[in-house]
């Protein structure tokens, strides 16, 4: 058998599968509209689709063809166009953007080159190199910001660009609601994944007290009831700075949410549709999701123990992959990689549980957890201090576990996200916690 690490052919199999992968979801989310809704700006919280196209290319060529091949620049007159810290999103449609069909000309002609770089590549002689890792980080960043055009589609108005199968029904969800979760030292992040991200590494023992997690995410049906409740017009299940910002902008619900008479509808890729009770409560910040827990006498999990939940497996005292275990996710571990438009019910994908019988914490939605985002004990930024360390501090909140508009190679037990505490646009629910001490 070969090693996925180790061995150059393998190697070169994974990062061509993955890179194919991720060009043609591009083309999906970029070709199923016309002209005016790439170039339009849907949200001001996002770039137009086509800045997001000659981006993706750009990065590409900045670290395939220069940083690994030494190639000379194809046009470096754009690259400020196209770099994300000097251009905030809100004045990219202002810039002398590349039109949608020469973006596409520009995105093909670097791929083009780069696969010859990866057949050509030795995975040898740099960090950057070892395992295939520029590659990795390459169809990575190619999926992340695919994930936020399918966003940008969720933003745009008019009739649906998109379609795909629901998920499978699922029996309503009879298991416990909540599982204990045993304290101890477990093993956090990682050192061997081989295309982990910066802020992934480097692995470290970490001690956590025993504590009680959700065994689902929160459901729609459970956040109506904090609505009903008056949860958005009580101040005292808010932190100040949440508070203020509901009463700012007057949210009373989810974000896409509207009450019709005596039902809650929801907007999801120009389709209205009733709230579906069993679904993962999706599009909701992290105030939201911090007030949901105190209204509910809970908490959000820290991420140490969102990450103990999901890989740490008692009866070896490892820590795996994923919570089903090492293998790569398959499509009855987690509802991944756009293959459905929505969060599949709660209880969905058995096969997917974790040791402790914690469900769905890959997939369906992103979870927040408690804590800011923040360095891991002997970090280092690699291979540029732009993806991970400019972030760090109080002013974001790490999300885990990814969604359903997450492709799998850049989704893992590891894999850390972050945004600000007011971000609503994202595909972000959340799961409850509380210690067991309180029991």
């Not at 909701?284 to 890989?311: H, I, N, Q």
Request: net charge negative; charged share 25%.
């Amino acid at each position: 058998m070969t090693d996925p690490v180790t061995d150059p052919e393998a190697v070169r199999e994974r990062a061509l599968a993955t890179l194919v992968a991720a060009r043609d979801r591009t083309a999906l989310l970029t070709g199923c509209v016309e002209e005016p809704d790439l170039i339009a700006q849907h949200s001001p919280l996002m770039s137009p689709l086509v800045w997001d196209l000659a981006h993706i290319g750009n990065q590409e060529e900045l670290w395939l063809l220069r940083a690994v091949a030494g190639q000379e620049a194809i046009r470096p007159e754009i690259d400020s166009l196209y770099d994300a810290f000097e251009h905030p999103r809100a004045e990219r449609p202002r810039l002398p953007l590349l039109p949608p069909e020469e973006a596409r000309r520009y995105a093909a002609e670097v791929r083009s080159r780069a696969l010859d770089v990866l057949e050509a590549a030795a995975f040898r002689g740099s960090r950057l190199t070892e395992a295939g890792f520029a590659f990795g980080m390459v169809a990575q960043h190619e999926q992340q910001h695919d994930e936020t055009m399918l966003i940008t589609h969720q933003l745009r108005t008019g009739p649906p660009a998109l379609t795909a199968p629901a998920p499978d029904p699922v029996e309503p969800f009879t298991g416990p609601a909540e599982v204990l979760v045993p304290g101890g030292p477990f093993t956090m992040g990682t050192s061997t994944e081989p295309w982990a991200l910066d802020n992934e590494r480097p692995a470290h023992r970490r001690e956590v007290d025993a504590f009680f997690l959700d065994t689902t995410p929160v459901t729609n049906a459970a956040y109506l009831r904090f609505i009903e409740d008056g949860g958005y017009t009580e101040p005292r299940w808010w932190a100040p700075e949440g508070w203020d910002h509901v009463r700012r902008h007057g949210l009373s619900a989810p974000l896409y949410w509207r009450r019709d008479g005596g039902q809650w509808l929801r907007r999801r890729f120009g389709v209205t549709e009733v709230v579906p009770p069993g679904e993962p409560v999706v599009h909701v910040s992290w105030y939201e999701a911090d007030a949901y827990a105190r209204w509910a006498g809970r908490r959000l999990p820290t991420e140490a123990e969102w990450e103990k939940a999901a890989r740490h497996d008692p009866a070896s005292g490892r820590s795996a992959r994923f919570p089903w275990g090492d293998a790569d996710p398959g499509p009855d571990h987690a509802n991944l990689g756009q293959r459905h438009l929505r969060p599949a019910p709660v209880g969905s994908y058995p096969a997917g549980r974790s040791p402790l019988g914690v469900r769905q914490l890959i997939g369906d939605v992103w979870e927040w957890t408690s804590s800011d985002f923040a360095p891991y004990p002997g970090f280092r930024a690699f291979p540029y201090r732009e993806y991970s360390e400019v972030f760090f501090g109080p002013g974001h909140k790490v999300l885990r576990g990814g969604s359903f508009a997450v492709d799998a190679v850049a989704c893992r037990g590891t894999f850390r996200n972050w945004d600000l505490p007011v971000r609503r646009q994202i595909f972000s629910g959340f799961r409850t916690a509380r210690s067991a001490e309180v029991a």
